[in-house]
């Protein structure tokens, strides 16, 4: 009864235009995001000149469309983007998911014209990097427990409160900030704002001293009788839970790629130590153990990357994708966590050192697990897409 059916041919790899990406930025990424990372983690310093040099390539506005200066590139494109400039420096690539997805996907997909004319082209082109604050000291995973609060008066509206833990807080010049509107509406009654870091009111708070992503610099941000323009309003009063869970959809996608980025550069270095350290008069490379854990990382990984360009691939064709962002986020970041466990252990007392680049990748990679929502929060986003 199959004999009539035709097989259709399903191909997992990239075209041509998304592997010249993706070997442009690997190329990119060895020569000038390697030799730094190092240092500015130490530092902590934010990579400023690297971004200058990424925005000159488009990759601050790799999703951005081209008729506000952007690439107008897919989604795989950007994850591809998102996992190389990762391999080399986490710090700089999560700044270059947060820009892109968590600060200008929401003004493209929810924007006025005005916004999008406006704001587009600056993150496009790297002239203010972009922030998202949602997240409060007793607000993180539950927004309706939110407290910052926006109220209309004239032409503006006077925003209160305190945001935690905003990736690039510090240095962002555009930030996507949620208020309440209206405090007896629940959920309903939050609302979303495009703000700039020149309106009095804005204030940066602590600067966190964290266990990885150095680099990144991780803030509060704290306003007080901020005003903001009407006309900054991202979409309607009442809209901001709504496009604050879509766009965490597609920053999880963007963090899931950073996971493998890390967990790829792990597999690299193990890979690369193995067949050079030698015990018992024969590369370690040699021993089942070890060939054991590197084939359990690379596994892990290609099934990591293959469940982000299938998040990506359903957010390019239009269709809901919260549950293959969840499982990407989920499945990556748990590798990658795994992947730096086994790189250390193969690299053994060298690998609980500095002076090897994955003590710096096993502290990275930690963060992957918590932040656009915690493995816990992915796994109810799943259940709850299967469920009903």
């Known amino acids: 009864?199959?004999?009539?059916?035709?097989?259709?041919?399903?191909?997992?790899?990239?075209?041509?235009?998304?592997?010249?990406?993706?070997?442009?930025?690997?190329?990119f990424a060895e020569k000038e995001v390697a030799p730094l990372a190092a240092e500015l983690d130490k530092k902590g310093e934010y990579p400023t000149i690297t971004l200058e040099?990424?925005?000159?390539?488009?990759?601050?506005?790799?999703?951005?469309?081209?008729?506000?200066?952007?690439?107008?590139?897919?989604?795989?494109?950007?994850?591809?983007?998102?996992?190389e400039i990762s391999r080399k420096c986490a710090s700089t690539g999560v700044i270059t998911s947060v820009h892109n997805s968590l600060a200008a996907w929401p003004i493209m997909k929810y924007g006025s014209e005005e916004q999008k004319k406006k704001y587009l082209p600056i993150l496009a082109k790297g002239e203010k990097i972009g922030a998202f604050a949602g997240t409060e000291p007793n607000a993180g995973s539950d927004l309706g427990a939110m407290k910052t609060t926006a109220v209309l008066k004239g032409h503006h509206y006077v925003i209160n409160g305190d945001k935690t833990f905003i990736t690039s807080g510090p240095k962002a010049g555009i930030i996507i900030v949620f208020a309440v509107t209206d405090k007896n509406a629940g959920t309903k009654g939050l609302s979303a704002f495009?703000?700039?870091?020149?309106?009095?009111?804005?204030?940066?708070?602590?600067?966190?001293?964290?266990?990885?992503?150095?680099?990144?610099?991780?803030?509060?941000?704290?306003?007080?009788?901020?005003?903001?323009?009407?006309?900054?309003?991202?979409?309607?009063?009442?809209?901001?839970?709504?496009?604050?869970?879509?766009?965490?959809?597609?920053?999880?996608?963007?963090?899931?790629?950073?996971?493998v980025g890390i967990a790829q550069a792990a597999l690299d270095e193990s890979i690369a130590y193995s067949k050079q350290r030698?015990?018992?008069?024969?590369?370690?490379?040699?021993?089942?153990?070890?060939?054991?854990?590197?084939?359990?990382?690379?596994?892990?990984?290609?099934?990591?990357?293959?469940?982000?360009?299938?998040?990506?691939?359903?957010?390019?064709?239009?269709?809901?994708?919260?549950?293959?962002?969840?499982?990407?986020?989920?499945?990556?970041?748990?590798?990658?966590?795994?992947?730096?466990?086994?790189?250390?252990?193969?690299?053994?007392g060298y690998g609980y050192t500095k002076e090897y680049t994955v003590e710096r990748l096993f502290r990275d990679a930690k963060i992957t697990e918590i932040y656009e929502g915690t493995s816990e929060v992915q796994r109810m986003v799943i259940s709850a897409n299967l469920l009903g």
């Open 1 to 27: 009864m199959f004999d009539d059916l035709i097989p259709t041919p399903m191909k997992l790899e990239l075209n041509e235009q998304q592997k010249m990406i993706r070997n442009m930025v690997r190329e």
């Open 53 to 83: 040099k990424m925005a000159k390539l488009g990759l601050l506005g790799i999703i951005i469309p081209q008729q506000y200066g952007g690439a107008g590139l897919d989604t795989i494109s950007y994850v591809t983007v998102v996992e």
């Open 278 to 348: 030698e015990q018992f008069g024969k590369p370690i490379a040699k021993f089942q153990a070890i060939q054991w854990m590197i084939a359990d990382m690379a596994t892990r990984i290609e099934a990591a990357r293959f469940l982000v360009y299938n998040a990506a691939y359903t957010k390019d064709k239009g269709e809901r994708f919260s549950k293959e962002a969840a499982m990407a986020k989920l499945f990556a970041s748990e590798t990658a966590m795994e992947a730096v466990i086994k790189a250390v252990q193969i690299h053994g």
């Open 194 to 259: 495009i703000i700039e870091s020149t309106f009095k009111g804005y204030k940066v708070g602590s600067i966190f001293d964290k266990l990885g992503i150095n680099a990144s610099q991780t803030s509060e941000l704290l306003f007080e009788n901020m005003e903001v323009p009407k006309e900054n309003l991202l979409g309607k009063e009442g809209d901001g839970f709504k496009i604050a869970l879509s766009t965490l959809d597609g920053g999880r996608i963007g963090i899931a790629s950073q996971a």
